[in-house]
């Protein structure tokens, strides 16, 4: 049996704001800070070690990871921070009060972009300065591998090849891996382990900061899977994440 660790990053300063975030670099929050530190405390107090880790080229999860790895004292483990991890690219959303969009174009609207398997949201235009065409951390990527929107099918479609490449081959491998990430990074990824239905995914929400732990039979289909920590609190931080594109 393998086990593998998911960690969405900590609260981060947009999150704060309710802001569609998307691609967008944005720190964590002193709140974010602890976050990190207590998930890499649950993971020390039930004795996981890692062999390797993943993430974003985000701040947000590369700060979780780093916070998570101090406190596990694991600041020498390998880290790869593969674009494929990040967020799902929130187009013309990026930057916008999630509940004042909600009040704009209802609520149903926005859970279509938020959650929706297949729709996306309104994309960049290319010359919107929001876009990453000149960002140097993507200057090996072809233009057309830089979104300018994406639904989470657009997301499964770059993070799966990380997963099928990268990951699933170090885990046959025997490497023990942490994985820090996004909320809409990580649904791709649980989407596609758990066989999670197009319909059902809407209603996936992943608190920030939250150790998820799978374990996974040989052929890396899972058994079973559970979060680190206070379980009430989990399920009241999901359903808040929920809430979020809700107009007030
Ligand atoms: C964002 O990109 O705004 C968040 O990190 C994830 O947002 P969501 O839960 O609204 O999809």
């Known amino acids: 049996m393998y086990k593998i660790v998911?960690?969405?990053?900590?609260?981060?300063?947009?999150?704060?704001?309710?802001?569609?975030?998307g691609w967008t670099d944005v720190d964590l929050t002193e709140k974010g800070v602890k976050e990190a530190k207590t998930a890499g405390r649950l993971?020390?107090?039930?004795?996981?070690?890692?062999?390797?880790?993943?993430?974003?080229?985000?701040?947000?999860?590369i700060r979780t990871l780093w916070l998570a790895m101090d406190e596990m004292d694991m600041m020498w483990l390998p880290v790869k921070n593969d674009w494929r991890l990040n967020e799902r690219h929130y187009g013309a959303l990026q930057g916008l009060d999630k509940g004042e969009t909600a009040?704009?174009?209802g609520d149903e609207q926005v859970l279509v972009w938020r959650r929706s398997y297949d729709t996306p949201p309104p994309a960049l235009e290319e010359n919107d300065p929001r876009t990453s065409f000149?960002?140097?951390?993507?200057?090996?990527?072809?233009?057309?591998?830089?979104?300018?929107?994406?639904?989470?099918?657009?997301?499964?479609a770059r993070v799966m090849p990380a997963w099928d490449e990268e990951i699933?081959?170090?885990i046959r491998a025997g490497k023990k891996i942490l994985i820090s990430a996004h909320g809409n990074s990580l649904r791709a990824v649980i989407k596609m382990l758990d066989n999670i239905s197009d319909t059902d995914i809407v209603g996936l929400n992943i608190p920030n900061g939250t150790p998820?732990?799978?374990?996974?039979?040989?052929?890396?289909?899972?058994?079973?899977?559970?979060?680190?920590?206070?379980?009430?609190?989990?399920?009241?931080?999901?359903?808040a994440v929920a809430n979020q594109g809700k107009a007030k």
């Not at 998911?6 to 975030?21: A, D, I, P, Q, V």
């Not at 200057?139 to 994406?150: F, N, R, S, V, Y």
């Open 43 to 61: 993971l020390r107090e039930a004795g996981f070690t890692f062999d390797l880790a993943y993430t974003s080229v985000l701040k947000r999860a």
């Open 168 to 170: 699933a081959p170090a």
């Open 134 to 156: 000149s960002d140097p951390r993507y200057a090996g990527l072809d233009k057309a591998q830089i979104p300018l929107t994406e639904c989470l099918k657009d997301t499964v």
């Open 212 to 239: 998820l732990v799978y374990e996974l039979d040989e052929n890396l289909k899972p058994i079973r899977h559970y979060y680190l920590g206070d379980q009430e609190a989990i399920a009241a931080a999901m359903a």
């Open 6 to 21: 998911f960690m969405r990053h900590g609260e981060s300063t947009w999150n704060l704001e309710n802001r569609f975030t």
């Open 103 to 105: 009040a704009k174009f």
